[in-house]
């Protein structure tokens, strides 16, 4: 057991470059030294092995290499010296994604190559237009705004600078209310903005603390304001709602919130992204949304996108985490989970997760994992992946053990 402990890869979790660029992958690889590849050994690189499965490099079958790849690859590394090191020349935002390596020995022991001469593990790249440097999420903005065409509705709006685009999700009381992104209308979701309509018609269901939240690859931020509605008269909140305050200690970072749309200014006009409705609580004047207008021909293939992963604790004979992923796409996308770059679950294989704590369950668009006997080790940021024939994305969340 311990010569078959030996076998391993090596490299970053992740990597970020600039577009046009040149970007080393540092990977180094090891076998139990029973093993005798005097025959040589083979390299190969992939890009999303549980999707696509992209030949990237292929020392021994060039032919197989994917044409985008063929002449932008080159092993820099020498395998006879465990070395694994990759160049991918002139990166595109295209070639984000997740990479795996994975090497054979040549007529190696038959029982060893049975189970162990092919090696799987992943890095997570991630390229960025030249023409705008990657940054974490900034200059968070939560706002209040009052709208009072057809029926008064409040409407929160959340937006960052952020490169990539960050994901935002708006919550009240710990639940989430919206996340973004999402789909929304008939347009394109607008990247780092996140807006939401509230029925002032149970005014009093909607006053409370609001928080916002911006996440992406490089970082975190969160803002919050405090929603209290009052009609002009003063009064009870209720359909002649007039304004809506946040409250002075929560004032945001840009001006104190709170401002009306102008008279005759319609409400695109402040671009802030798609607009999420929710229900009304089911008070007087409820609206519901109009069902989706019928299609004749199938929809297009779309990329996945409103990629978002949750993680929740429950007290179910013992300690048990959940993380959830769910993504918008079509065709359905193939999910995966990952820790710490190891792969802890697959919609395509949810086998991958089997053993005494770990469970995994998939659904449309849907992955879920269960982790029993939940301890420390499992504290880590976990990673999940979308892929379709369209394109791919990911999200990841941190695991707080320790949280309620």
Excluded at 154 to 176: H, K, Q, Y
Excluded at 284 to 297: L, Q
Aim: aromatic share 8%; with cysteine.
């Amino acid at each position: 057991e311990q010569v078959l402990g030996s076998w391993g890869v090596t490299y970053p979790e992740a990597l970020q470059g600039l577009t046009g660029s040149c970007v080393v992958i540092p990977c180094t690889f090891s076998y139990p030294s029973s093993v005798s590849a005097s025959a040589g050994i083979v390299a190969i690189w992939y890009k999303d092995f549980d999707g696509q499965k992209t030949v990237v490099y292929h020392s021994a079958a060039q032919d197989e290499v994917d044409g985008r790849f063929r002449s932008r690859t080159r092993l820099l590394g020498d395998p006879a010296e465990h070395n694994c090191t990759l160049l991918l020349r002139e990166v595109t935002t295209e070639d984000s994604g997740t990479y795996r390596f994975r090497f054979e020995i040549v007529n190696g022991d038959r029982w060893s190559a049975a189970y162990q001469n092919e090696w799987f593990s992943s890095i997570q790249l991630l390229f960025f237009p030249l023409a705008s440097s990657p940054d974490p999420p900034r200059n968070l903005r939560l706002k209040a705004f009052l709208e009072t065409g057809e029926g008064p509705a409040v409407i929160l709006a959340c937006a960052v600078e952020s490169n990539p685009p960050a994901e935002l999700t708006l919550r009240r009381a710990g639940e989430v209310l919206a996340a973004s992104p999402a789909r929304g209308g008939a347009g394109r979701p607008e990247p780092n903005a996140l807006r939401l309509e509230l029925g002032t018609a149970v005014a009093a269901a909607a006053e409370g603390e609001y928080e916002c939240r911006a996440r992406s690859p490089l970082g975190s931020s969160r803002t919050s304001l405090h929603l209290r509605l009052q009609s002009e008269s003063g009064g009870a909140p209720g359909r002649d709602a007039g304004r809506c305050c946040p409250a002075a200690e929560k004032g945001l970072r840009e001006g104190q919130g709170g401002a009306r749309p102008k008279a005759g200014e319609g409400l695109a006009s402040w671009r802030w992204g798609p607009l999420l409705r929710v229900p009304r609580w089911g008070g007087p004047g409820a609206v519901a949304p109009p069902p989706p207008a019928p299609s004749s021909s199938p929809p297009p293939a779309d990329a996945p996108r409103g990629l978002s992963i949750r993680t929740f604790l429950e007290n179910r004979g013992g300690q048990v985490g959940i993380v959830v992923c769910t993504a918008e796409s079509h065709p359905r996308a193939a999910l995966a989970l990952y820790r710490r770059g190891h792969l802890l679950a697959s919609s395509r294989a949810t086998a991958t997760a089997a053993g005494q704590r770990l469970r995994a369950f998939a659904s449309y668009n849907t992955l879920r994992l269960e982790i029993r006997g939940l301890g420390p080790e499992d504290a880590a940021e976990y990673t999940c992946v979308a892929h379709n024939a369209a394109g791919n994305a990911t999200a990841s969340a941190y695991f707080d053990v320790r949280s309620e």
